[in-house]
């Protein structure tokens, strides 16, 4: 065995479940993990290559040729909105290369789904760098000095960002872009000051309060939290787990990258607060992939946490209060943000959702009763402890108590993350962001829904339009279908797991059928067929498989007119077979023009 | 009043379905009763001299000639039918599907091991001949195709009692046993 | 064990507690469709084929535990369509074509294709393009055949509860492979297990094919589940459907 994986697995663990670590160790060490290397890595955790390879090809971001560099652009539909095509001709010109390749002087170059700077786009990770706000000349200027030797800091374009992205951990050029602020972002909070008043109360008391409350779910699919964490409190087992959800893979929303980035203590503290309910002693923040350049701030934060005996043996004098956290990695998959494929992901498998019942509340991580919680959810808790219950429910509506974290991108002249009381319509949404001559507002990212004028007026709250955060704005000049709907389709496709038929095959089936509409050889029929088929994803296992064909059913219900434009007057049936292209290349290979 | 006309194409198929619509045996004259055949390679009758009612494919579309063939055969007949496995999803043929043509082409004429008296390795190239496509394609991806009868080929009895329906207007019911795919 | 009572389509049926819905419905003689389930073996749910609804809500009958006055509605025009749909789905994804395939007659898709009168896929055909490999000294593992339903995945393993087989990407590109090391040195009875287990004709023994005369292989003359079913479903009611 050589001797970086044996370090490796004496620092990770030999075990199967560490299995994500160790190749991400690899990975990080030798810039792509060899076949040499799965063989190893097999054979000392009991596994067939097979095994490693197919959690390896799970993720989106582990490589099995080596690069110098690797250089990952995002081409989410707000990347591709700002210029992103642009930036992707300028790289693959300087770069002398496609995407998907490795160029001769060992630079790789690929394009990847959102990654959490909607507000700040084109943007590219370059080897876990953030290179925001790209443009062809900004391009040229960093791959030129990437290859004259230079390091990356060196090659920042812009002044360090806002906030403590300008810190010595973060050392960024990514903006927070904090544009209004609530009770969760304001500036009054006092590290400590929560959780001292929890451990002074019962932990009943302590759910009691979340539960007074009404908090739900920030992630998106808005649970109540105090009950989760009574059910994961009563679930039977001795040993329990908090989880942090911070995968954030929702293009279009990076809230939660702003929170790590300037509330990173009320997320331990809320975390902590939570293990004191629930009765866990080990914390994990599930973080994302494209989130890695946090991982000083993260790590810093947890010594400072410790000194300050917020975490710990003995956590702030109480006696037998222990709870500590640790980071885990993703490696690039949206699903990972689903609660149960995190899990497995977690444990060193493909993130494969798993079927509910058993929740994770009953059976989560290595089985023991788990809860995972949003970064967001995290911290409205300390808030919470802090201010009590009653007090929270002051904010927002009746039934969507308190305030929500927006992240706002697209067409409007204040990106960035509003700190919103639920309630508010998308009008003063939009007015709120400066957004003029707006045609539409994607809801709750590729999963949520796409909004018209004539949905304006709904209310952003769990019984009106519900959304994690993400909102996109799209001005008339937008072609909704194609720029919009079409990049969600395939988003979804490439981030499908695979597993269930109806999201792998159908997904595919649909994307292929609004190609041909674009394509001029629409008919009426296919707007039929496009709704019948998009209810076939509703069978699917988890939300991303039953949302896969949202982005389509939502734009016909509401555009409908610009799916009539596609259709063709004079046709009832037409395919897209064209006879001249499909005898192009046979006449080709026998040296004959074609004769029709 | 006259009888419905009905027309009968094998495109690239292998003429199995057709064979198999024989098969109906002594039905054959009760057929004859109930329809005319007009043009079709059992009648040796080649063009379209007036609107048919019914038009029968056997075979996708691997060639040019196949695709006019069958848009002659939409504009010709007010109902058509997909017959068998080959016009329904492409069949045999279609296992070529997927490799380039160039791979085919070169098998067909330059390497496949019968090819050996091609001594001057060329491809049959005459404007005559019909252009091959890029795949062969299922006859509803060319036109519009009404009803579907699958199978290799597909039972008599089947291609009979949907025959009988489509002519009589009376509800199909068949038995588990005629409908299958191979 | 405690038993509990639900219904089945207003049918009255009874089961043991966290009984899997599709082995309780066969246990009170309804058939549920299935084509990724094999009985005893961990459910994967992968083709949602077993759709139905418990309380208004879709559900795979072969990943959700029966519980007491659960109301299943299985044999619904809409669940009918759902599952017709997916089986259509599955044979425009790969390359079935049933005439050359030494499964056919035996194979459970085609079978249930039989049993939702499935004339032609209203989906496009996607002609993949999928490699045939026979790596193994004992299999030819044809992929154009493939529908990742796991069940290689799940049941195949050597002693050491290491896989032979495993996915290997994800979304459009996901696919199943077989470990190169392992196929070489897999047992003759692993193998045959492997095809026994496979629902298609993906896995298939080498120097040996077609040992059953047609006419008599599993579903030329009995339908996909008549054996739950009390009555014999030898008839349907076909129609000429429409693209």
Not at chain 1, 489 to 494: A, G, K, P
Not at chain 1, 535 to 553: D, E, W, Y
Not at chain 3, 88 to 106: D, R, W
Request: glycine share 8%; with cysteine; net charge negative.
């Amino acid at each position: 065995m050589s001797a970086l994986i044996q370090n490796i697995l004496i620092k990770v663990g030999q075990k199967k479940d560490r299995l994500l670590d160790i190749l991400l160790s690899v990975q990080e060490a030798e810039s792509f993990v060899s076949d040499e290397n799965i063989k190893i890595i097999a054979g000392s955790l009991q596994l067939s290559e097979i095994d490693v390879r197919q959690c390896m090809s799970f993720y989106h971001f582990f490589s099995t040729k080596p690069s110098r560099h690797r250089i990952f652009l995002n081409d989410s539909v707000m990347a591709n909105l700002m210029g992103g095509q642009k930036v992707k001709e300028a790289f693959e010109k300087v770069l002398n290369c496609k995407q998907g390749e490795i160029n001769a002087d060992g630079i790789g170059f690929y394009t990847t789904a959102c990654i959490g700077m909607s507000d700040q786009e084109p943007a590219a990770m370059i080897d876990g760098v953030i290179f925001p706000s790209l443009t062809p000349e900004r391009v040229r200027f960093v791959v030129e000095g990437i290859n004259q030797g230079k390091s990356l800091s060196d090659l920042y374009y812009l002044p360090l960002g806002d906030g403590r992205n300008g810190g010595a951990a973060l050392n960024t050029m990514v903006n927070s872009n904090i544009r209004k602020t609530g009770l969760l972002l304001d500036d009054y909070y006092k590290s400590g000051s929560a959780l001292t008043i929890a451990i002074e109360k019962s932990e009943l008391e302590v759910i009691g309060i979340v539960k007074t409350s009404g908090l739900r779910g920030r992630g998106g699919a808005g649970f109540p939290t105090g009950m989760k964490w009574e059910f994961c409190r009563s679930s039977e087992g001795a040993e329990k787990y908090i989880i942090c959800n911070a995968d954030e893979g929702e293009p279009g929303t990076f809230k939660d990258r702003v929170i790590l980035t300037e509330k990173i203590e009320m997320l331990l503290e809320g975390m902590t607060i939570a293990a004191y309910a629930i009765g866990a002693r080990e914390g994990i923040i599930y973080l994302r992939h494209e989130y890695q350049y946090m991982r000083q701030h993260i790590e810093n934060a947890l010594a400072v946490a410790r000194t300050k005996k917020m975490l710990g043996n003995n956590i702030l004098g109480k006696d037998g209060f222990d709870f500590d956290i640790r980071i885990q990695f993703g490696a690039g998959a949206y699903v990972c943000g689903e609660e149960s494929s995190l899990i497995e992901s977690m444990e060193g498998k493909r993130g494969e959702p798993r079927f509910k019942p058993p929740f994770p509340v009953q059976k989560g991580y290595h089985n023991k009763p788990t809860s995972v919680n949003n970064v967001e959810t995290f911290c409205k808790v300390c808030r919470i402890i802090e201010r009590g219950g009653e007090w929270y429910r002051r904010y927002g509506t009746k039934q969507s108590v308190g305030t929500k974290l927006l992240s706002i991108s697209g067409d409007c002249p204040r990106p960035g993350v509003y700190e919103i009381e639920w309630g508010m319509t998308l009008y003063q949404m939009l007015e709120m962001v400066g957004a003029t001559n707006t045609q539409a507002i994607q809801v709750g990212g590729p999963s949520g829904s796409l909004i018209g004028k004539t949905g304006f007026d709904r209310k952003i709250c769990y019984s009106d339009i519900s959304t994690g955060g993400s909102m996109m704005i799209f001005d008339q000049s937008r072609d909704l279908i194609k720029d919009v709907v079409l990049n969600f389709l395939e988003f979804f496709i490439d981030e499908s797991c695979g597993s269930c038929l109806s999201c792998r095959a159908c997904t595919q089936q649909i994307r292929n059928k609004l190609e041909k509409m674009i394509h001029g050889k629409g008919v009426s029929t296919d707007i039929e067929d496009l709704k019948k088929w998009a209810k076939f994803t509703l069978v699917s296992r988890c939300g991303l498989g039953q949302s896969a064909a949202n982005p389509i059913s939502t734009s016909i219900a509401n555009f409908p007119h610009l799916y009539q434009a596609m259709v063709q007057k004079e046709k009832d049936y037409d395919t897209c077979f064209d006879l001249a292209s499909a005898v192009a290349d046979s006449c080709k290979v026998v040296n004959r023009v074609p004769n029709f | 009043m006259s009888k419905p006309l009905v027309a009968t194409a094998s495109l690239a198929g292998c003429f199995g379905c057709h064979m198999s619509l024989l098969d109906i045996d002594e039905r054959i004259l009760k057929l004859v009763e109930l329809v005319d055949i007009g043009k079709s390679p059992v009648t040796d009758i080649k063009t379209f001299t007036q609107q048919y009612a019914v038009g029968i494919i056997e075979g996708g579309c691997c060639n040019s000639e196949n695709v006019h063939n069958l848009q002659e055969f939409r504009k010709n007949c007010d109902i058509l039918i997909s017959l068998g496995e080959c016009a329904i999803m492409g069949g045999l043929p279609a296992m070529r599907n997927g490799i380039p043509i160039e791979e085919c082409l070169n098998e067909a004429y330059l390497e496949g091991p019968t090819v050996h008296l091609n001594t001057e390795k060329i491809f049959p190239n005459d404007d005559e001949l019909p252009m091959l496509l890029d795949r062969v394609y299922p006859a509803h991806e060319i036109v519009k195709i009404d009803y579907f009868l699958p199978g290799c080929p597909p039972r008599a009895d089947l291609i009979w009692d949907a025959l009988v329906a489509l002519l009589t207007g009376k509800e199909l019911e068949l038995p588990y046993e005629v409908v299958k795919y191979d | 064990m405690e038993r509990v009572k639900f219904q089945i389509d207003n049918k009255d049926c009874e089961a043991l507690y966290g009984q899997m819905l599709v082995d309780a419905a066969r246990d009170n003689g309804v058939y549920i469709p299935t084509l990724c389930n094999m009985q005893d073996v961990k459910p994967c749910g992968s083709c949602r084929v077993c759709t139905v609804k418990v309380n208004g809500r879709y559900a795979t009958a072969c990943t959700t535990p029966v519980a007491c006055g659960m109301e299943i509605e299985s044999d619904t025009e809409e669940i009918h369509e759902i599952r017709k749909a997916l089986i259509e789905l599955i044979f425009a994804e790969g390359n079935h074509y049933c005439p050359t395939c030494e499964m056919s007659g035996n194979c459970e898709l085609q079978a249930l294709g039989y049993r939702f009168g499935m004339m032609v896929s209203r989906f496009p055909y996607q002609f993949p393009q999928r490699e045939i490999n026979t790596d193994c000294q004992h299999l030819i593992i044809d992929y154009n055949r493939c529908i990742r339903c796991k069940r290689c995945i799940r049941t195949i393993k050597d002693k050491k509860g290491k896989s032979y087989f495993a996915f290997i990407n994800r979304g459009d590109k996901l696919e199943v492979t077989m470990d190169k090391e392992m196929a070489k040195t897999m047992p003759l009875k692993v193998a045959e297990l492997a095809m026994e287990n496979c629902p298609v004709g993906a896995i298939l023994l080498k120097e040996t094919a077609y040992r059953v005369p047609i006419g008599e292989r599993r579903f030329d003359k009995k339908c996909i589940g008549s054996e739950i079913e009390e009555t014999d479903v030898k008839v349907f009611m076909g129609e000429l459907n429409n693209e």
